[in-house]
Each structure stands twice: as structure tokens, then as C-alpha cells.
């Protein structure tokens, strides 16, 4: 950062991809697209709650699009109501949550309708991966939540189910 507290990466992206910026704490994704301009707006004590996305490309609207998501389904609040989730859901309750989350989260990205294709692919791709890998990883939470050894969360064979249900390809 400069005195006034600006920045001016200049990176060459040869294809659309997501990137991570940090600052201190902080951490938001973008969104790039070869050739964008993207300029960020935020204030440094409420970064996610203020961001700002301008500038010219794909990428602007995509990252716009990250923000509101990130506020809205993985803020601290958030992950706290899905902690108490975890804790408290018997395993099938909790399958049952977290594919609503996904249902929720999938008409959020379709609602958007001036997202670039192939970032609405990524997308996609990127819920369906988090509600397996959430769902993979409720036996262990679970058990440190409730303070019980990890053998003691049965969850049975036929909840694993979800994995053939995956579509990350």
C-alpha cells in the first residue's frame, strides 16, 4: 500500500481463474479474466461488508458477484449457525441442511443472469465441491463440537451416499 493507501498490481492473466487478495486478516476472492481492469474499493475495518468492484472486463461482475456471495452464505455469522448445524444435526438432518444450502446457493448464482459462462461453471462447480467436502467432513466436526471421540459419531455407511451424487467434473 501506498501513503494513501491505494495498490496497483498489474498481473498477465492468460485465462480466466480466481485469485485471492489479503490484507492483514482479510481475505476476499476475484474473479480475473484476461485484459480486465478491475478497480477495489473497500474499507479496511469492515473489508468484506464494503467492498466495491469497478472497472471494465468479466471479471468485474464476477467478483461483485463473490463479495455478495461470500456475505451472504460463508460470512463469520454464517459459519457460526452452521457450526451450531454440525453439533447439534443427527447425520441425516444435517445432509438434509446443507443440500438446502446448496439448492439456496445454486438459485442465488442463477439469479445473476450477466455472469460470464464459464465463471457460472466455476461456480457451480465450486458449491457442489463445498456441500461434498462440508458433508465429507461432519463426522469429525461433530465429534470435536461435542467433545466425543471420533468413533463415536455413527453416521452409517448409507450416508456416504451423497458422494455418488457428486458432480465435479
Known amino acids: 500500500l501506498d501513503r494513501q493507501g491505494n495498490f496497483q498490481p498489474k498481473l498477465n492473466i492468460e485465462k480466466a481463474r480466481p485469485c485471492y487478495l489479503r490484507y492483514g486478516r482479510e481475505q476476499s476472492v476475484v ?12 474499507d479496511a475495518e469492515s473489508f468484506d461488508e464494503t467492498l466495491v468492484f469497478t472497472g471494465y472486463g468479466s471479471g468485474v461482475n464476477a467478483s461483485q458477484f463473490l463479495a455478495a456471495f461470500f456475505l451472504k452464505f460463508e460470512d463469520k455469522l454464517f459459519r457460526r449457525e452452521a457450526n451450531n448445524r454440525i453439533k447439534e444435526a443427527s447425520p441425516a438432518s444435517y ?57 463415536r459419531v455413527p453416521v452409517g455407511t448409507s450416508y456416504y451416499g451423497f458422494l455418488n451424487d457428486l458432480n465435479i467434473q
Not at 479474466?33 to 478497480?39: A, E, Q, V
Not at 465463471?119 to 465450486?126: E, G, H, I, N, S
Open 31 to 42: 474473479y480475473l479474466f484476461p485484459g480486465d481492469r478491475i478497480d477495489l474499493i473497500a
Open 95 to 151: 445432509l438434509e441442511y446443507l443440500t438446502r444450502q446448496k439448492e439456496f446457493k445454486l438459485g442465488f448464482l442463477e439469479e445473476n443472469k450477466d455472469l460470464p459462462e464459464d465463471f457460472v461453471d466455476y461456480m457451480a462447480k465450486r458449491i457442489e465441491y463445498m456441500w461434498g467436502r462440508d458433508l465429507l467432513e461432519y463426522p469429525v466436526k461433530h465429534a470435536y463440537l461435542n467433545e466425543l471421540p471420533y468413533e
